[in-house]
């Protein structure tokens, strides 16, 4: 293929991105799909404002796949327009989120958070149900905690594939679709209620997979402190990384490794936190008390 032809691919793919938004142009798009404009954008060093997305009607597969089937994604990250990322606070208000991605289940966490009365919101996976069906329960009974979806496998959400830390994301839209719905289902199964924010394994996604959500209804979830390094900080570490916490963060721990610093780290963060007047809220009142 000649340098030409090469320029001209080039040139193709350059106009499609430019064409590409959430709401391509299938006619079948209805006007509940909300165009690309109205989603929040990420100033760097001015946190966003987040915008919960409105329940739309949209949720079926095959509507969903094939108007995603010719589009390629352009971007993947953590940080990107259409994420969650921190929040504009009314006062000294941090959002705290707990991942359980599989494996195990550090309970002293939550048990700590019920005891002080610290809200917090939990990304719950497929791969942690499956060996903690009766804790979910007990904690969506738990007003304190908000219940959230955390993928089915616990992949990053990609409409192609793409790794980060050695995980291959999701590898097409339908994938993608049953990363999220499969366990949002059974999430509101065990709960009783439909989960509104979507946090993907290792907090990756690609536009394709954001503008997905978006149809569906759903939020994506980011952060902005990695509070326990993915269960591998020192308990130092982790005191020192959230007691840097300012107002608008969203601070993200995991409740899924027992063996880990987490529980102790987070602890006598949280003291600190607490003691200097700071309030703890669920992602949904991050979005509501806006
Ligand atoms: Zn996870």
């Not at 009314?90 to 966490?109: E, H, P, V, W």
Request: aromatic share 8%; charged share 25%; hydrophobic share 35%.
């Amino acid at each position: 293929m000649g340098a030409r032809a090469n320029s001209k691919i080039a040139l193709v793919l350059a106009i499609a991105a430019v064409l590409f938004s959430c709401s391509s142009n299938i006619e079948t798009a209805t006007e509940t799909i909300k165009p690309l404009e109205t989603l929040p954008t990420i100033v760097s060093a001015e946190p966003m404002k987040p915008t919960e997305v409105e329940p739309v009607q949209i949720t079926d597969r095959k509507y969903i796949v094939e108007k995603y089937s010719d589009v390629s994604p352009m971007k993947f990250g953590e940080r990107m327009e259409g994420i969650i990322s921190g929040f504009n606070p009314s006062g000294k208000q941090i959002a705290l989120t707990l991942d359980a991605c599989g494996g195990s289940y550090d309970r002293r966490i939550t048990d700590y958070l019920e005891k002080k009365k610290i809200k917090a919101t939990l990304f719950i996976s497929g791969k942690w149900i499956d060996g903690h069906e009766k804790e979910l329960k007990r904690l969506s009974e738990v007003s304190l905690f908000q219940i959230e979806n955390h993928g089915t496998t616990h992949k990053p959400l990609t409409s192609d594939g793409r790794a980060v830390y050695g995980i291959s994301g999701t590898r097409g839209v339908g994938e993608a679709y049953d990363e999220v719905m499969v366990n949002s289902d059974r999430l509101e199964s065990i709960t009783g209620r439909t989960p509104r924010f979507f946090r993907s394994g290792t907090a990756f996604y690609d536009d394709v997979s954001i503008c997905m959500l978006k149809d569906l209804g759903i939020s994506a979830a980011g952060y902005t402190i990695s509070g326990d390094g993915g269960a591998t900080y020192s308990k130092s570490k982790i005191i020192k990384t959230i007691k840097g916490a300012k107002p608008g963060d969203i601070i993200l721990v995991h409740m899924n490794h027992p063996e880990s610093d987490t529980y102790e780290g987070l602890v006598a963060a949280l003291q600190e936190l607490s003691d200097s007047g700071f309030e703890f809220i669920t992602l949904s009142e991050v979005v509501e008390n806006r």
